[in-house]
Each structure stands twice: as structure tokens, then as C-alpha cells.
């Protein structure tokens, strides 16, 4: 991250600067002091390694985290210098709508509150999961000789709402689900 501005260090009399990250709805940060690695680690004292981090975890499907880093290092920082870290996060079960799918980070003046700048970034999409997937061979004389028919119960649970399945046979090359049926009412293939 680039700030346009200089973050000021706490002084004196005047309040220091901080930072706000909030990540987008639903996420979590996993935990702010152990999992926080500055990028490269190496380098960790051209950052804010005298700044203190707080974290505050969102309550429910909706809400944000975040954490603030109040700036206290003994000089300035300049405007435009690269920042970087690393922390782990959790992700939610489901991308959230587009409008609270991004990351924002916010520059806030320690002394007035105002805003210094701000800027938002698109966060990547979550691959939904199946839990608990099984494939059996079932019936009395399970078939498994090659080019014969053999029948399978295929279980799972649904992470989120779905109205459709793929199920794909990556191996043998040419596997065929032709004639394939549902054991459930309601459902096709």
C-alpha cells in the first residue's frame, strides 16, 4: 500500500496518525499479532515497526474486520513509500455481493479524524466447497471388470444453496454416464 500523503508519528502534543484496513464482509483475520509479517521480513524497519496493531473481528456474515495501526515510529513517514505485510485470514463460505467484496484502506489525520485518503481493492472470489464427499460401488456383485456397467451412490453436503451439480470422471479416459439416473424424486440427469 502507498499512502498520498505523510503518515505523521505521534508527537508531543499532537495525536498520531493510523491507519484503518477492513477486509470485506464475512472475512476474519485470522490473528493480528502472530499471524502479521512485514513483506520482505528483512526489511521490516523501513515499515512501522514501532506501531502498535489492534484488530476487531466483525460479528456475523455481513460485517467487516479490521485492523488499525496507529503510527508511532520516531520520525514521519514520507508520502508514496511502499508498504508491505502479510496476515493470515479466514475466509467466508461464499464471495460476498460485489458491493462488500473489496479490501479498503483508509489514512486518517490523528488530530482532526479527517480522512487523508482512502482506496478500495476487489477481493477474489471464494470457491464454494462440498463437506463430507463419498463415492461408493454399491449393489450385490459390484461389477468393476472394464466396459461393464457398475452403479455408485455419490453423498455430499452442500456448503451453500446450489440448484445444480457436475460431476466429472477425470479418470479412465472415456468413462461414460450415459444412462446415469437420480435414486431421488425431483432431480435429473
Not at 528483512?42 to 484488530?55: E, G, I, V, W
Not at 505485510?85 to 490523528?110: E, Q
Request: net charge neutral.
Amino acid at each position: 500500500m502507498q499512502m498520498p500523503s505523510k503518515l505523521q508519528s505521534l508527537k508531543a502534543k499532537t495525536p498520531a496518525d493510523f491507519l484503518v484496513i477492513e477486509s470485506p464482509a464475512g472475512y476474519e483475520f485470522v490473528d493480528c499479532a502472530g499471524t502479521f509479517q512485514w513483506e520482505p521480513p528483512k526489511d521490516f524497519d523501513l515499515y512501522l515497526p514501532a506501531s502498535p496493531r489492534t484488530c476487531y473481528k466483525g460479528n456475523g456474515p455481513m460485517e467487516r474486520s479490521n485492523m488499525t495501526i496507529k503510527i508511532q515510529e520516531p520520525l514521519d513517514i514520507p508520502a508514496m513509500r511502499v508498504i508491505k505485510f502479510r496476515i493470515d485470514v479466514k475466509n467466508p463460505a461464499k464471495t460476498p455481493h460485489v458491493m462488500l467484496n473489496h479490501w479498503v484502506i483508509t489514512h486518517y489525520n490523528g488530530l482532526s479524524g479527517k480522512i487523508m485518503s482512502t482506496a478500495a481493492y476487489l477481493s477474489w472470489n471464494i470457491i464454494p466447497q462440498l463437506a463430507s464427499p463419498f463415492i461408493q460401488l454399491i449393489g450385490d456383485n459390484v461389477n468393476k471388470a472394464a466396459g461393464t456397467k457398475s452403479r455408485m451412490a455419490i453423498s455430499f453436503v452442500p456448503i451453500n444453496d446450489a440448484d445444480q451439480l457436475e460431476v466429472w470422471a477425470k479418470l479412465p479416459a472415456g468413462f461414460d454416464f450415459t444412462g446415469c439416473q437420480a435414486l431421488t424424486e425431483g432431480h435429473e440427469i
